[in-house]
């Protein structure tokens, strides 16, 4: 199986304001195969995000290495940096959306600044995104006349329109109520099956997601445990493991959960 | 943990070199972001007539009021000595040389550069800046180079408007209210400005103009890393107090600079 994403021996560090050193990932090597949706699971300052900002480029690594589609990015910077950021499209926390552009202006965004197209090509690609995404007759609205989910599939469809090899989540349905973030979830299905990307997707909504993974990483005080399918979760004799099973889980796995 | 002096000087001094640093880069990137494709004219439009056209009311009530009360204050002092005749010479030198320069440079920091610096904080704590990373758009061309070029043609404009304003408020002041004669306000005026004066006063108002923004954007866009402005939409209040008062003061301290080696 090919790796869209592999790091190895990567390690970040943070100066601490009482001058001590934080570890947030600690020699960390895992692999993200390509076409299928990993989940990077784990509690609060455990990494995850730091880990997609490493990805991007957006914050660099104290140590290790860092490739992406077999091109080693570490350090990378100026053009192949931008090259790097054009194979990825990320689906922030909060959506990102430009708050004084428009739904259309939002996703046409990255074709204007990105190609060569003419408006009527990016007005014909963008309504038809909108389309799909079921956000037909929002185009003039701004994000501030948007519910939750909506803002969220603006922000999907404006990550797609340079169709990246890799979608990035960063907790994608914090704020939403279960069932938007169920529809969100069948959205991300069914755009990934439609597209064929790789999915990475941080998340603390557990129960959910792990329904989407192929694998799963669960990152903890700077180290990581992998897992090849969400149910070999429940098997793992680990504390801190079991311990994230019962806290995040609960009754889905917590029954099946086999006491030592 | 005891907090040790000689540490926390250090620290204070590595922060200060860093935030140099990262502002001087930041203004080398702003810069840069000339020379890349594609510009956005539009946006360059739009930021002129925020800074500029939206500035003009306040620009034109603070240029009217100071040169009235120059006007009067020039009458009063210099009626002690039977120099009333010199009022046209003091009020549009002062304006030209000082007050024009200085007082629309901290109005248009007080009005616009603390927008110019919420909007960028609020881009930055709500991750819209790292989208724009995220898809390989400049944000220093997209963002932060209007803005500069914006400020640079709107200050010195606004700055011509405020000098014959003020020199009209003078005007007003001396010769309707008191009894200056209009023949020796606008002979003083015209016998005492040199081209000189008038290139001191421009050059001042583009100094000015870089400063203001430059640090308004610069502290907006580094909102994250001040030390002390704390998170969310607090750090971004804080964060535009600093951006207006850092800039109102290197404003004051350039202006001494500018006038102790260009005069």
């Not at chain 1, 600690?26 to 989940?39: H, L, Q």
């Not at chain 2, 070199?17 to 810069?31: P, Q, W, Y």
Request: hydrophobic fraction near 45%; charge should be neutral; glycine fraction near 10%.
């Amino acid at each position: 199986m090919t790796s869209a994403i592999e790091f190895i021996d990567v390690s970040k560090t943070f100066a601490k304001k009482d001058g001590t050193v934080q570890t947030v990932l600690d020699s960390v090597s895992f692999s993200i195969p390509a076409g299928k949706t990993t989940v990077i699971a784990g509690g609060s300052g455990s990494g995850k995000s730091v880990t997609l900002k490493i990805v991007l480029g957006l914050m660099r690594a104290n140590s290790g290495r860092v490739l992406v589609q077999g091109n080693d990015v570490t350090g990378a910077k100026g053009k192949e940096l931008e090259a790097l950021r054009t194979q990825f499209g990320v689906l922030f926390q909060g959506s990102a959306l430009f708050d004084s552009l428009t739904v259309f202006e939002n996703v046409a965004l990255p074709l204007r600044e990105r190609t060569k197209k003419t408006e009527e090509e990016i007005g014909n690609q963008v309504h038809a995104s909108l389309s799909q995404f079921e956000l037909d007759g929002h185009e003039d609205k701004y994000p501030a006349q948007l519910s939750g989910g909506m803002k969220k599939r603006v922000g999907l469809a404006r990550a797609m329109q340079l169709k990246p090899a890799i979608m990035l989540f960063d907790e994608p349905t914090t704020g939403l109520d279960p069932v938007m973030a169920q529809e969100i979830y069948q959205l991300f299905a069914k755009t990934q099956s439609e597209f064929g990307f790789t999915s990475v997707i941080v998340s603390h909504d557990i129960p959910k997601i792990f329904n989407l993974a192929d694998r799963v990483i669960i990152l903890n005080r700077g180290s990581m445990d992998v897992f090849s399918s969400p149910e070999e979760i429940q098997w793992s004799e680990k504390p801190h493991i079991r311990e994230f099973v019962k806290m995040t889980m609960g009754d889905i796995y917590q029954s099946h959960l086999v006491e030592i | 943990m005891k907090s040790n002096p000689i540490a926390n000087l250090g620290n204070t001094g590595l922060y200060v070199l860093t935030d140099l640093g990262r502002m001087t880069l930041f203004l080398l990137k702003a810069f840069r972001g000339i020379f890349r494709k594609p510009f956005r004219f539009k946006e360059l439009v739009r930021q002129v007539n925020f800074i500029g056209v939206g500035s003009l009311s306040v620009i034109f009530f603070t240029a009217a009021s100071t040169g009235l009360v120059l006007g009067l204050q020039g009458y009063y002092s210099l009626n002690k000595f039977g120099a009333e005749g010199m009022l046209g010479s003091a009020v549009s030198l002062t304006l030209i040389m000082e007050l024009g320069p200085v007082l629309t440079a901290l109005m248009v920091a007080g009005r616009a550069g603390s927008a110019m610096c919420a909007e960028l904080g609020i881009m930055r704590i709500s991750e819209q800046i790292d989208a724009l990373d995220c898809m390989a758009v400049d944000p220093f061309r997209y963002l932060i180079t209007p803005k500069f070029i914006a400020a640079l043609i709107s200050v010195p404009l606004l700055t011509v408007i405020f000098d014959v304003v003020g020199i009209a408020g003078g005007y007003v002041a001396g010769v309707s209210l008191m009894d200056v004669s209009p023949g020796s306000y606008i002979e003083g005026m015209r016998s005492s400005v040199t081209n000189h004066d008038i290139r001191l006063g421009i050059i001042k108002s583009f100094v000015f103009a870089l400063l203001v923004v430059w640090i308004c954007t610069g502290r907006g866009y580094f909102v994250r890393e001040i030390r002390g402005a704390g998170f969310g939409a607090e750090s971004v209040s804080r964060v535009t107090t600093q951006a207006v008062v850092l800039s109102s003061i290197s404003v004051l301290v350039f202006d001494y600079l500018l006038t102790a080696v260009l005069l």
